[in-house]
């Protein structure tokens, strides 16, 4: 079997009861095999079919959820939010010895910024 267009791939379906259903492609892409369910098989395609979307909907997300995950900030308990607060907290005031004040510095908002654009600084206020 070639991939050349003047040769054939020929495959016998092995969900008709008699075998006599030959699907034929040239090109070797799955579309004729694809029609050939759908006309034939109904009920077996639309089965595929409904498989094949619940498994893209796991794998593939709205753009618009995609969007709106940028642009909107950690919540107080999400586990990121919490170890890169505790993080600065322990690592940066506590054991470098930097002022709290760092927190409010544009330097550092913009740091953090970089980092990870989702994290809500901390505030000496709060």
């Keep these: 079997m070639s991939n050349s ?11 008709s009861k008699d075998n006599t259903n030959d699907v034929a ?28 979307n619940v498994n893209n909907d796991n794998k593939q997300r709205n753009i618009d959820d995609m969007i709106k995950q940028k642009t909107s900030k950690y919540s107080s308990i999400d586990p990121r939010q919490i170890k890169l607060t505790e993080s600065i907290i322990k ?6 010895g930097v002022s709290l004040s760092l927190v409010e510095q544009n330097g550092f908002k913009n740091f953090m910024h970089v980092v990870d654009p989702m994290y809500s600084l901390l505030s000496r206020r709060q």
């Design 25 to 52: 492609d040239k090109y070797s892409t799955t579309s004729n095999f694809v029609r050939h369910m759908k006309r034939k098989h109904e009920f077996l395609y639309k089965e595929w079919s409904a498989k094949k």
């Design 5 to 15: 267009p003047s040769s054939s791939t020929t495959r016998a379906c092995s969900n």
């Design 91 to 96: 690592d940066l005031i506590i054991d470098v």
